[in-house]
């Protein structure tokens, strides 16, 4: 069912976040935008401008870490800036009340450790931009170790330890999926009795076939994203308006 309107939309989301016992947040770009994180997808987004470096590419060329590299810098200050907004805030405060275990992410800003949720609990199927790790051994490296570092070199650096080339925490066009990340978020999709999709354009597979299997083991489907999605058919909750102000009422309860 798609709302018909915002008001109607958000009671009958809090009718069934009431009426559910354990609900599984799976959150998209679209969450973040009023925080000042642009979508890269859409038009005008980051991947419109620069084409995705994929991790093979990143892997064999020393000119692609470098370029990688000098595009995340550029975005620094937009990341350090940012701020949980009302739909990371309106989730953080239904896990303080425990009607969730955990968030599933595609998103690599971590607003949502941000906001309240445990590390241990916030699901990056995407990884995470705020820090970096050796692509070889895996050893964590702080933004600004490797920031010294290409300054000083004028290249982007590799690992100490192994000399592998260092990369953002993220997953790449190319680049596995993290085994344990999905295997949790398909244990929680089967798991739980409400799934809501936020700001996803459900287009990102592996990623998309969560809300999909969630549906599938019998939990009920809310999806709130501004755009219509390939799985607005399958949902019991369509909602298409902003997310900060459809799940702002939610802050605080």
């Not at 809090?14 to 997808?41: H, K, L, N, Q, Y």
């Not at 993290?178 to 996803?200: K, N, V, W, Y």
């Not at 549906?215 to 994203?225: S, T």
Request: a negative charge; hydrophobic letters at 40%; one cysteine or more.
């Amino acid at each position: 069912m798609i709302a018909s309107d915002l008001q109607s939309g958000v009671e009958r989301l809090g009718g069934m976040i009431a009426e559910a016992r354990t609900i599984v947040p799976f959150t998209g770009a679209g969450i973040s935008t009023e925080c000042g994180i642009p979508d890269f997808r859409s038009p005008g987004g980051i991947w419109t401008r620069n084409r995705p470096i994929p991790f093979d590419e990143f892997v064999a060329s020393q000119e692609a870490r470098d370029e990688s590299w000098r595009r995340r810098f550029a975005m620094e200050e937009v990341f350090a800036a940012a701020k949980p907004g009302r739909g990371h805030r309106a989730l953080a405060s239904l896990y303080r009340a425990g009607k969730v275990p955990a968030v599933i992410t595609q998103n690599i800003d971590n607003l949502h450790q941000a906001s309240g949720f445990a590390p241990e609990h916030v699901i990056e199927l995407h990884g995470n931009t705020t820090y970096a790790r050796c692509i070889g051994c895996g050893q964590a490296y702080q933004l600004d170790w490797v920031k010294r570092r290409f300054d000083d070199d004028g290249a982007a650096p590799n690992c100490t330890t192994c000399d592998e080339p260092v990369k953002t925490a993220t997953i790449s066009f190319g680049q596995m999926m993290p085994d344990e990340e999905m295997q949790r978020a398909t244990a929680l999709s089967q798991a739980c009795d409400l799934f809501i999709a936020i700001g996803s354009s459900l287009v990102v597979w592996p990623a998309a076939g969560f809300p999909m299997m969630a549906r599938r083991a019998g939990a009920r489907l809310v999806i709130i994203n501004r755009e219509p999605t390939d799985q607005d058919d399958i949902a019991d909750l369509v909602i298409h308006h902003d997310i900060g102000e459809t799940l702002g009422p939610f802050v605080g309860n």
